[in-house]
């Protein structure tokens, strides 16, 4: 088409309404960019017959002006109109596909105190409930209070039945405690008569690491010091204890604890206690009886040490023994959980893994 035909009303028109059409027709904002340069652009027809006015003679170039404009303004309106419905239907799109729901919780792993823990505070839970205290004490402590003060001599070869990790410089008079013992001695010193304390806690000795020893464990230590305190009052305490912890298996019976007569300084007399096997109850070591694994067939588990408070210690602890008497048990906290979770190896104790903790630390 020459340049005065372009400029024909109809021609004009015809460009305008393909322009709309095409702008009408242009899916996305890209396609609506392809259509303005054919139908805006400078080789659009619109374009070409505004350039085309110049070759008019001079009567007819207003009026052809003014259709130019008329037709180039309608264009320039439907391009801009479907621009913003396109950029409005984009804005929306984009709305919808990058929202976020900032109600939604991030996904949270549930914290669980460590098995430990739990089966601790649920022993002193059994002797709070009889109205004992709990008691603490430092885990950096003074020979005196650990070994002293409990009747160990200062060559007594008791002093190296249990391998201590001294703190340095050598000569500091500082151990790590070697068991929850020295509790016994801090309680007497501070605590008004009578006296009835746990103390669970963690304890240490020179021992390499492998499935059943670790050089930290953890204990738990029971003191009582009254008037009229007899060793049948520390085996129901003890009988109670195991049954709070392992209940009555099978017969309706409470489980039961055995002592044996055994050494410690600091106690007089002396006892190993065991505790019947909770898997077996004693069967494996009758005639007949199947073999246990739990107890390896001894019928028995060795559970602690226990015995009635020296009198030697409760001088040192300036309570007089002609009127008071007293006894004092402690028991592996770690060896307890093993046996009660059925637990092989004390290294998972101690070495985090979630796998361990999370399975058995849901309580609380
Ligand atoms: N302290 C002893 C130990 O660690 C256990 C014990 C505690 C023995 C209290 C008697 C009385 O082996």
Not at 170 to 195: C, F, K, N, Y
Not at 240 to 268: C, M, Q, W
Not at 298 to 315: A, D, H, Q, R, Y
Request: net charge negative; aromatic share 6%; hydrophobic share 40%.
């Amino acid at each position: 088409m020459s340049g005065p035909d372009l400029l024909a009303p109809e021609a004009l028109e015809r460009a305008r309404d393909e322009a709309l059409a095409a702008f009408t027709a242009a899916p996305t904002l890209e396609s609506l960019a392809a259509a303005r340069t054919a139908h805006i652009g400078d080789r659009s027809a619109v374009a070409r017959a505004r350039k085309a006015i110049g070759s008019l003679p001079g009567t007819e170039k207003a009026d052809a002006g003014k259709r130019v404009n008329v037709a180039a303004s309608a264009v320039q309106e439907a391009f801009e109109q479907r621009k913003r419905a396109l950029e409005q239907e984009r804005d929306q799109r984009v709305l919808l596909e990058e929202a976020v729901d900032v109600t939604v919780l991030p996904p949270r792993r549930r914290g669980a105190r460590h098995p430990l823990t739990t089966l601790s505070e649920r022993v002193a839970d059994v002797f709070v409930a009889m109205g004992w205290e709990v008691a603490e004490g430092p885990e950096v402590e003074h020979e005196w209070f650990n070994f002293d003060a409990l009747n160990f001599g200062g060559d007594h070869p008791a002093r190296e039945m249990q391998d201590t990790l001294f703190v340095e410089p050598a000569g500091s008079g500082l151990v790590l405690r070697t068991h929850t013992s020295p509790v016994q001695v801090r309680s007497m010193l501070d605590r008004e008569l009578p006296i009835y304390v746990i103390c669970p806690g963690r304890v240490y000795r020179a021992d390499a690491l492998d499935a059943t020893h670790s050089p930290v464990f953890a204990q738990v230590e029971g003191l009582v010091v009254d008037e009229g305190i007899t060793m049948a009052h520390l085996r129901g305490t003890l009988d109670h204890l195991a049954v709070a912890l392992f209940g009555s298996v099978g017969d309706g019976k409470g489980i039961r604890t055995r002592i044996r007569p055994n050494y410690f300084p600091f106690t007089e007399p002396s006892a190993e206690m065991d505790l019947q096997c909770f898997a077996c109850r004693g069967a494996s070591a009758q005639p007949g009886g199947e073999p246990c694994r739990v107890c390896s067939s001894e019928g028995w588990i060795e559970w602690g040490g226990c015995g009635m408070v020296n009198p030697t210690v409760l001088v040192a602890c300036g309570i007089d023994p002609e009127r008071y008497s007293g006894f004092a048990f402690g028991m592996g906290l770690d060896r307890t959980l093993m046996f009660r979770h059925d637990l092989h190896d004390i290294r998972d104790i101690y070495e985090g893994d979630l796998r361990f903790t999370s399975a058995l630390g849901s309580e609380v």
